[in-house]
């Protein structure tokens, strides 16, 4: 059998071999192997502007109660037909060329809703009439955190700029762009599952929006988003402080499905809290009281709360519950608070130039395996006992077909509860039940972990033993048989007897499963015909 097995998983392992192999080879390649350029004529490029002289002017009609004014003089030889670019965040952009207005950019007055202009990539064209002329640009903060941001002046190529912004941004821009596109798949698939096939997937559902919300922030965060959308720049930056709140409502709600349903009232309480906040946050944007970048504390606030909603509510659950119970594991959390950790240190030994990479990756490899768990609980739980975790009938039959498994040497148990019906009568059907949740267990311990054990039907279950011959079938009869009495010994208020029927397919050549089937009934019939004669003769005697 393990012989079989091995060579059906041989074409799987070179397939993940080879594909491991063309990843290395093209990661390799990609970092490594360069060609050789030569090139008569000069390629795209540009320069930095350092010698901009910058004034820091008070203005009592400005939001922040200054201007900072920026002048320089254009060199004659750097103003061969191109451009100055430099990108700045939350500021109203005016340049001039000696006196002469050239460009500006501000909130429009017929905008109702948005005043911030976010981050922007400003393009100014430069003509050769321009070299020897002062370039004065004024910058006007709308906040009082935007005053300490400083922009770099550069002037050349406006197509060298945006393609060193778009190739250095690239790893991310796809890393956020598969983050949505993971998320909108997995929200879909499981929340057709919960419309249509009435699965508990609610939580995977949160997590699909969670995964959408972080991808669209980082996404919309980028620097070169803006030099590919540059009249969209506002609508952009106001996407990426909603996609930045969302994240933290989201992560709350799907960490308030991780617990048992009636133990949810602390996290519950957290996520009703998160969306008023964000409710709260958005209102006092539509109406003028404040703007939402403004109240970016409150989203960083629900990111950490979000954090924290596990340990906490655990914590809730033991005090009140005294429970640790949690429904689905999490310790794959921790891949994403290893990139989170990775990204902040790489951004602080970087200067504060990190792109936050690492916690996506972890974020993808986290939702592909809570997925993939996912979609295996929901296929197990169509062939899984509800009330034992044990396979139901409907897998056995299955097993049972005549593909099913390929080895013609295995063994069928079939065991039966003795006496269940006067301990319902006698006890109540509550300990009828422990009775065979026991039994259950009991079984689960003892049989091999690759044996197929079923409940079949009320107090009776099947085993299904692979590469067995008489000498082992008789060793796992025995064991099961002794794991009883020693259940019975320890537990002598609630003793549990059964009979086993076992049928060996090698002593039965020719047989079907099914009539191998019906052979370990009849033997186990016969068995439990001699316990209850057994039973009633010392019942007589005494």
Not at 55 to 70: C, F, N, W
Not at 376 to 395: E, F, M, P
Not at 529 to 538: L, N, P, V
Request: negative net charge; aromatic residues 10%.
């Amino acid at each position: 059998m393990n012989h079989i097995k091995w060579k059906k998983q041989i074409p799987v392992l070179l397939f993940t071999l080879t594909l491991i192999a063309f990843f290395v080879f093209s990661l390799y390649m990609g970092t490594s192997e360069k060609v050789s350029v030569y090139r008569a004529e000069p390629t795209h490029s540009y320069v930095v502007l350092n010698d901009l002289e910058m004034e820091l002017a008070e203005d009592d009609t400005a939001p922040a109660g200054v201007r900072k004014i920026y002048r320089g003089v254009i060199e004659p030889e750097l103003s061969q037909e191109s451009c100055l670019l430099f990108n700045i965040s939350h500021h109203n952009i005016e340049v001039y060329f000696d006196d002469e207005l050239v460009y500006s950019l501000s909130g429009s007055d017929t905008n109702r809703i948005g005043k911030n202009v976010s981050s922007n990539w400003c393009t100014v064209h430069v003509g050769q009439n321009h070299g020897g002329e002062t370039v004065t640009v004024v910058l006007t903060p709308l906040f009082d955190a935007a005053v300490s941001k400083t922009p770099e002046f550069l002037l050349g190529s406006d197509y060298a700029i945006a393609m060193e912004q778009i190739t250095g941004e690239l790893p991310l821009l796809v890393l956020s762009s598969l983050c949505i596109l993971l998320g909108i798949f997995v929200a879909v698939i499981f929340l057709c599952f919960r419309v249509i096939l009435k699965a508990k997937s609610i939580g995977t559902v949160y997590l699909g929006f969670f995964s959408i919300a972080i991808g669209l922030w980082k996404l919309t965060d980028l620097r070169c988003i803006t030099l590919l959308f540059p009249e969209h720049s506002m609508a952009l930056g106001y996407i990426s402080v909603g996609a930045l709140f969302l994240t933290g409502l989201c992560l709350i709600l799907y960490f308030s499905t991780l617990f048992e349903k009636d133990r949810q009232s602390f996290p519950l309480v957290l996520s009703c809290g998160a969306s008023l906040l964000c409710l709260a946050v958005l209102v006092m944007q539509l109406f003028g009281i404040a703007e939402i970048r403004q109240n970016l504390v409150f989203s960083h606030v629900l990111l950490i709360v979000s954090i924290c909603t596990i340990p906490v509510t655990a914590l809730f659950n033991r005090i009140v519950y005294r429970s640790w119970s949690i429904r689905r594991s999490w310790k794959w959390l921790l891949i994403v608070f290893v990139g989170i950790a990775a990204d902040l240190l790489y951004y602080y030994r970087n200067n504060g130039n990190g792109l936050m990479s690492f916690s996506i990756i972890g974020l993808i490899v986290y939702i592909l395996i809570i997925f993939l768990q996912s979609v295996q609980s929901s296929t197990r739980k169509a062939y899984t006992d509800s009330r034992t975790g044990l396979v139901n009938r409907a897998r056995w039959t299955d097993l049972m077909n005549e593909n099913s498994f390929t080895t013609d040497l295995f063994a069928i148990l079939i065991i039966d509860m003795n006496g269940l019906k006067k301990t319902n009568d006698t006890l109540g059907h509550d300990a009828g039940d422990q009775m065979i949740f026991r039994l259950s267990d009991i079984l689960r311990r003892t049989l091999p972990r690759k044996s197929v054990i079923c409940r079949w039907g009320g107090d009776e279950f099947a085993v299904l033993l692979t590469e067995v011959n008489r000498e082992q079938l008789d060793q796992q009869t025995d064991r099961i048989v002794s794991a009883g009495e020693k259940y019975n010994n320890e537990h002598p208020e609630l003793p549990i007897y059964f009979a086993v029927g076992a049928v060996l397919s090698s002593e039965h050549p020719g047989m079907s499963k099914s009539e191998l089937f019906q052979l370990a009934d009849e033997e186990m019939y016969r068995n439990k015909q001699g316990w209850y004669a057994q039973r009633d003769a010392a019942s007589d005697n005494t």
